[in-house]
């Protein structure tokens, strides 16, 4: 194992990038001149990296970012064949990183006040192994987005997850954290979820999130679905055991309600209700179908995990030789 320096780290920048062609150019000249700061106020090891990962883009966000790489020795790009989401793209990241001590994963659009840099360093100064961003505001988002965020945190909860509120990917890990990671395997990756579960000494730092100033979100609604589908089932099976009970609660009651029709039969009377029939069809019809989905949720990701395939499969790697490098 490598041993970290943890007075003056080799920090590892990791950029997820997905069709960011309007705003990675500026986004690359913004964080470059931030980590040259940090290397020069001897925060950072001056070989430390911005790494970014091109998840497959159809744009030209892979040439400007090459371009990027040949040009300076402080950029790496790590290329994946085709788009495998934003997760799986981190974790290229964090897989590739071998020479960091530590790494923090930002998003390309640098929503995230990339100025919160230091804190999370300082952090790590004193002895978290991961740290935490946490945003103060969400203005940025919209209000379907605020109102999906929320009701995830207090679904995921419910289900028994210790995910943090309000935290997305924009977090520092260190050496020790990444070593760890690379014992997983599973294909179900949702790194939130994960990394808190670990038990490593943590810290948080707030930053406040921007409007995003070119392109649009990545994040489609298929995928937001995925990723939340991912925390839910990656991390717990509560969902299934939330069947079992309903199931013994339908039964609890259809077995009294059939005593009382049994009575009423008995005494000679019509049992009467068609409407009630058809009520009560539909909604176990409702919940026979629900539960059957949740299963079937579980059984794809079983299907999945079995098939061990690899997460990201990589293209290229870009950068630029230099003679002092260690
Ligand atoms: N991203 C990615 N692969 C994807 C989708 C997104 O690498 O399939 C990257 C994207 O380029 C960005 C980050 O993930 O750097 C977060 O995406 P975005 O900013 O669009 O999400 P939002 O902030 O709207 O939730
Ligand atoms: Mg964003």
Redesign the pocket.
């Known amino acids: 194992m490598k041993e970290s320096n943890r007075e003056l780290p080799v920090l590892y920048l990791v950029?997820?990038?997905?069709?960011?062609e309007e705003i990675i150019v500026e986004s690359a000249a913004t964080i470059k001149e931030k980590i040259n700061r940090l290397i020069s106020s001897g925060a950072i090891a001056k070989n430390s990296k911005i790494l970014f990962?091109n998840?497959g883009s159809k744009d030209k966000t892979f040439e400007l970012l090459s371009d990027l790489a040949k040009k300076d020795p402080i950029n790496i790009v790590v290329s994946l064949v085709g788009?495998?989401?934003?997760q799986n793209?981190l974790w290229a990241g964090i897989m590739t990183a071998s020479k960091a001590d530590i790494i923090i994963t930002i998003?390309?659009?640098l929503?995230q006040d990339i100025e919160a840099l230091d804190e999370f360093i300082n952090c790590y100064k004193n002895g978290s192994e991961v740290v935490y961003g946490i945003r103060n505001n969400r203005d940025s988002d919209s209000p379907f987005k605020k109102f999906t965020a929320l009701a995830y945190y207090k679904f995921m909860h419910l289900m028994g997850s210790k995910i943090m509120e309000n935290h997305?990917d924009y977090r520092l890990i260190s050496r020790k954290v990444i070593d760890a990671l690379m014992q997983y395997n599973e294909s179900n990756l949702f790194l939130r979820g994960l990394i808190p579960s670990l038990g490593f000494p943590s810290d948080i730092v707030h930053f406040e999130t921007k409007e995003?100033t070119g392109g649009?979100?990545?994040?489609t609604l298929s995928?937001m679905f995925r990723l939340a589908t991912d925390g839910i089932t990656s991390f717990t099976i509560r969902p299934l055991r939330i069947i079992s009970v309903l199931g013994f609660i339908t039964m609890f009651f259809s077995m009294i309600f059939s005593i009382l029709c049994f009575i009423e039969w008995a005494q000679g009377k019509n049992v009467k209700g068609y409407t009630t029939t058809i009520l009560i069809l539909l909604f176990l019809d409702g919940i026979i179908l629900l539960s059957l989905g949740v299963i079937g949720e579980y059984l794809g990701k079983i299907y999945l995990e079995t098939k061990n395939r690899p997460k990201y499969i990589i293209d290229s790697v870009i950068y630029k030789e230099t003679d002092n490098e260690d």
């Open positions: 950029i997820p990038c997905y069709n960011e990962v998840d788009n495998s989401g934003h793209a998003d390309a659009d929503q997305a995003r649009t979100t990545k994040y995928k």
